[in-house]
Nanobody
């Protein structure tokens, strides 16, 4: 019954901007931290950004610090990832995840950064 649905990906040029959304259902969203992961072709998933249940604590991978911002709206059961100054190295499928629901993944949303 737990579902994560990622959206907002697309093709952008280097330096461009995207805003990803993850709509959730089937669990008490506001009670858990949320995490954005990404996975490039042939690579393992890596953590991109993390946000606490209240939104007051955030962490980012070194590769995206200063460029990406994670946020959440507990009233909408949705977590966001604002991505600025995108680089080709950011190309990946992006997934949202909750440590409170181990093993549950959505289908992800593709982000491609290319000129």
């Amino acid at each position: 019954q737990v579902q994560f649905v990622e959206s907002g990906g697309g093709l952008v040029q280097p330096g461009g901007t995207l805003r990803l959304s993850c709509s959730t259902s089937g669990f008490t969203f506001s009670a858990y931290p949320m995490v954005w992961y990404r996975q490039g072709p042939g690579k393992e998933r890596e953590m991109v950004a993390h946000i606490g249940d209240r939104g007051g604590i955030t962490h980012y991978a070194d590769s995206v610090k200063g460029r990406f911002t994670i946020s959440r709206d507990n009233a909408k059961n949705t977590v966001y990832l604002q991505m600025n100054s995108l680089k080709p190295e950011d190309t990946a499928v992006y997934y949202c995840y909750s440590p409170g629901r181990p093993g549950v993944w959505g289908q992800g949303t593709q982000v491609t950064v290319s000129s």
